[in-house]
């Protein structure tokens, strides 16, 4: 590594009660020196519908990390849920001279640079595409578990009282707020998200689909 290198530690947290503070207390006790300007979060982020590049603080994974960096996550997972995702940003990330490691297992995923054998560069991509078969399967069988478990309970008799889904990250006020501004002429999503104080993702959710997000405002009493 450069004298300038550093440590990126990134963190994808997907509901409002997990925080990335034991992410970073678990990379700091596995021996990796993390500045807390080097940490960057994403709360309230799908992995599985929502690509890297295009979550709100992953995109500046793709303008912080420089040849010669580390790019340190808690698991291949926190990059992306399907083989080709994960794949394919650690290829990227891997060409542009950042080595990825992982704090599970201490796997890592040399730049492109520091591999000039063909074998080893071979080896490596062999390992990234079996971690990243796995975590695609994983979330699949996770996936699967929680839609037998929703069925189940929408089977039982007092299904409408109990099911109800994941409760809204938006109230009816923030609601009206975001359909105002999305009729405004010239207003980006990025802009609403600020002004309204919920994800770029909250955001289009409620414009792709406004009626669902009232039926879950509905369901919540909100």
């Known amino acids: 590594m450069t004298p300038t290198a550093k440590t990126v530690l990134y963190v994808r947290v997907s509901t409002a009660g997990q925080t990335s503070d034991h992410q970073l207390t678990q990379a700091r006790a596995a021996g990796y020196e993390i500045k807390d300007n080097h940490v960057i979060t994403d709360h309230g982020v799908s992995g599985v519908k929502t690509v890297l590049k295009e979550r709100d603080q992953g995109r500046r994974l793709y303008d912080l990390l420089q040849p010669g960096d580390t790019l340190l996550v808690r ?34 995923f040399e730049a492109d640079y520091k591999l000039e054998d063909p074998t080893l560069r071979a080896a490596r991509d062999a390992i990234l595409a079996f ?92």
């Open 75 to 108: 698991w291949v997972d926190r990059l992306g849920r399907t083989y080709s995702d994960v794949k394919q940003v650690i290829e990227h990330f891997n060409a542009m001279g950042v080595t990825v490691k992982t704090v599970i297992n201490n796997m890592t």
């Open 131 to 222: 971690m990243s078969a796995i975590a695609e399967a994983d979330a699949k069988a996770k996936a699967e578990a929680r839609q037998a478990g929703i069925d189940h309970v929408k089977a039982s008799p007092d299904a409408k009282r109990k099911y109800r889904g994941k409760p809204p990250s938006f109230d009816r006020a923030t609601f009206a707020q975001v359909q105002n501004m999305l009729s405004q002429d010239g207003v980006t999503i990025s802009e609403i998200a600020r002004e309204a104080g919920i994800s770029r993702q909250t955001v289009h959710r409620i414009k792709d689909d406004p009626v669902k997000a009232e039926e879950a405002l509905t369901r919540w009493g909100m």
